[in-house]
């Protein structure tokens, strides 16, 4: 059975999920979007896994009740100790995913197992090609085109093999959801890079990634692969950035099938498929 409602923590009252009585994992959505992403896995998981959702800070139906600088790896720390969760499985997607790897890394006896799809990296330089698309969108929220800058992201070459998917009318409705308010503005404490301290990861980590996703995010899978000897990946060539989308079933059961292995050592990497 599973339960949505809130939880208050000294900043924000964030919009839960969850599924049993005691969480074992967390799941984390990436940009512009909610916990609503999670829901084609979740169903494929059925009631295997004991697991919580949330809207991160500025997201879904989340609440802030105090503005100022925040990161939202301090915040997951508050909603953990809130509810007693002294250690727990992580899994993220895209910009959940680089919250995830920072949380880990920030408090690594907090993190069990860690599941990456299709990761960032938590102060990133992004490239030349990423910031020419990206700056348009940017220019249209804050010039009060919000419709056009969720269509501009819509259309953005990250999401191509999902809106040939079945899952694009979902994707569609998630963009077009969006309040765009982190376009217009963000107030995430700067961070140093945590490319830097990649070799510092020790949780045994699954690493999901698509054949098909941009060039910014196969080379933070390619770094975190061989920085780290705890990371055990799987490409799937045909998949894109929102694999967890794309191919809901296959994501679950990797993911299922890797935090229910608790001897895993992730010394190998998985070939791809």
Same mark, same amino acid.
Do not use: K
């Given at each position: 059975?599973?339960?949505?409602?809130?939880?208050?923590?000294?900043?924000?009252?964030?919009?839960?999920?969850?599924?049993?009585?005691?969480?074992?994992?967390?799941?984390?959505?990436?940009?512009?979007?909610?916990?609503?992403?999670?829901?084609?896995?979740?169903?494929?998981?059925?009631?295997?896994?004991?697991?919580?959702?949330?809207?991160?800070?500025?997201?879904?139906?989340?609440?802030?009740?105090?503005?100022?600088?925040?990161?939202?790896?301090?915040?997951?720390?508050?909603?953990?100790?809130?509810?007693?969760?002294?250690?727990?499985?992580?899994?993220?997607?895209?910009?959940?995913?680089?919250? =995830?790897?920072?949380?880990? $890394?920030?408090?690594?006896?907090?993190?069990?197992?860690?599941? !990456? @799809?299709?990761?960032? *990296?938590? %102060?990133?330089?992004?490239?030349?090609?990423?910031?020419?698309?990206?700056?348009?969108?940017?220019?249209?929220?804050?010039?009060?085109?919000?419709?056009?800058?969720?269509?501009?992201?819509?259309?953005?070459?990250?999401?191509?093999?999902?809106?040939?998917?079945?899952?694009?009318?979902?994707?569609?409705?998630?963009?077009?959801?969006?309040?765009?308010?982190?376009?217009?503005?963000?107030?995430?404490?700067?961070?140093?890079?945590?490319?830097?301290?990649?070799?510092?990861?020790? =949780?045994?980590?699954?690493? $999901?990634?698509?054949?098909?996703?941009?060039?910014?995010?196969? !080379? @933070?899978?390619?770094? *975190?692969? %061989?920085?780290?000897?705890?990371?055990?990946?799987?490409?799937?060539?045909?998949?894109?950035?929102?694999?967890?989308?794309?191919?809901?079933?296959?994501?679950?059961?990797?993911?299922?099938?890797?935090?229910?292995?608790?001897?895993?050592?992730?010394?190998?990497?998985?070939?791809?498929?």
């Amino acid at each position: 059975m599973e339960q949505e409602g809130i939880i208050q923590t000294a900043e924000v009252d964030f919009r839960v999920s969850q599924r049993g009585a005691q969480p074992q994992a967390v799941f984390l959505h990436g940009f512009g979007t909610d916990l609503h992403t999670w829901d084609s896995v979740w169903a494929a998981m059925g009631d295997a896994l004991p697991a919580l959702r949330y809207d991160l800070r500025g997201y879904g139906r989340s609440v802030t009740r105090e503005e100022g600088a925040f990161t939202h790896a301090d915040d997951l720390l508050c909603l953990l100790d809130t509810i007693g969760l002294d250690v727990i499985d992580l899994v993220g997607v895209s910009m959940g995913g680089s919250i =995830a790897l920072n949380f880990t $890394l920030e408090h690594p006896q907090r993190v069990r197992r860690l599941v !990456l @799809i299709s990761p960032g *990296l938590v %102060a990133w330089e992004w490239s030349g090609q990423w910031r020419a698309l990206w700056q348009p969108i940017v220019d249209q929220a804050r010039a009060g085109a919000l419709q056009e800058a969720r269509h501009l992201w819509w259309m953005h070459p990250l999401f191509e093999s999902t809106r040939r998917s079945a899952a694009a009318p979902a994707l569609f409705e998630s963009i077009m959801q969006f309040t765009g308010d982190q376009w217009l503005g963000d107030h995430h404490r700067l961070m140093y890079p945590d490319v830097d301290r990649l070799h510092r990861l020790t =949780a045994p980590t699954l690493l $999901l990634t698509g054949g098909r996703d941009m060039a910014d995010f196969r !080379l @933070i899978a390619e770094l *975190l692969e %061989a920085s780290a000897s705890t990371v055990q990946r799987i490409d799937h060539t045909d998949l894109g950035h929102l694999l967890h989308l794309e191919d809901a079933a296959g994501c679950a059961g990797e993911l299922l099938s890797f935090l229910a292995d608790a001897t895993n050592s992730t010394t190998a990497c998985v070939p791809s498929r």
